[in-house]
C-alpha cells in the first residue's frame, strides 16, 4: 500500500485509464467496479450471483446425498453416518457464519482466517449460501468496499482541500526567519 493510499485497493496516482486522482474503488469478485455506481450490468451480474450461487449450492447438496448413499451401501454404520452429516452440518455453520462476517469487516486476524480455510471447504454449502442471502440484497461485500471507498474519498477531500497556496513560498519564508535568528 502506497503512502497516499486511504483504504485497501485504493491509490492517489492517477491510472494510465486517465481517471481521476485519488483513491480507486476496490474490485469484487464477479462485479469489478460496477458496484460504484450500478452500471455496466450490475443488475444482471446480481441476478447471475444470485441464481448461480443457489444452482450450486443445491448440486452441492445432491452431491452430497450420493456420497452418503455411497456409505450406505458401503454399509459403514450407522455411527460413520451420523458423524459424516454432522462434520457437514458444523462446517457448514462455520462456513456461513465467517463468509458473512467477511461481507461486513475485515478479518481481525487474517492468519486465523487462513487457518480455518480446510473447514471452510469442508463447508462449502454454508459459503455457497451466505453469498445467495447476500446477493438478494446487494452485491456481497458492497456495503463494506463502499464504506472504506467513501471514507478514502472523504480523506483524500480533506487532504486535497487543506492544500492551498504554494508550498514553496511557505518554506522560503520560515528559511528567512531561521537565519535571522
Request: proline share 6%.
Amino acid at each position: 500500500m502506497s503512502e497516499n493510499s486511504e483504504a485497501p485497493g485504493t491509490s492517489s496516482a492517477v491510472p494510465s485509464g486517465g481517471t481521476t486522482p485519488g483513491p480507486q474503488p476496490e474490485p469484487l469478485r464477479l462485479f469489478g467496479t460496477t458496484w460504484v455506481d450500478h452500471d455496466g450490468g450490475y443488475g444482471l451480474r446480481r441476478v447471475g450471483a444470485t441464481v448461480g450461487s443457489l444452482a450450486a449450492a443445491v448440486a452441492a447438496c445432491f452431491v452430497l446425498r450420493f456420497a452418503y448413499q455411497g456409505l450406505e451401501i458401503a454399509e459403514v454404520g450407522s455411527f460413520v453416518g451420523m458423524l459424516v452429516v454432522l462434520m457437514f452440518a458444523v462446517c457448514s455453520a462455520i462456513a456461513f457464519r465467517k463468509t458473512w462476517e467477511g461481507f461486513t469487516r475485515r478479518p481481525a486476524d487474517p492468519s486465523q482466517d487462513d487457518r480455518l480455510r480446510g473447514l471452510k471447504s469442508i463447508g462449502f454449502i454454508g459459503s455457497l449460501l451466505a453469498y445467495f442471502i447476500r446477493s438478494l440484497t446487494e452485491a456481497p461485500g458492497e456495503k463494506l468496499r463502499r464504506t472504506e471507498y467513501e471514507t478514502a474519498l472523504a480523506r483524500y477531500a480533506k487532504r486535497r482541500s487543506s492544500r492551498t497556496g504554494n508550498p514553496a513560498a511557505r518554506r522560503s519564508g520560515k528559511a528567512k526567519r531561521s537565519g535571522r535568528r
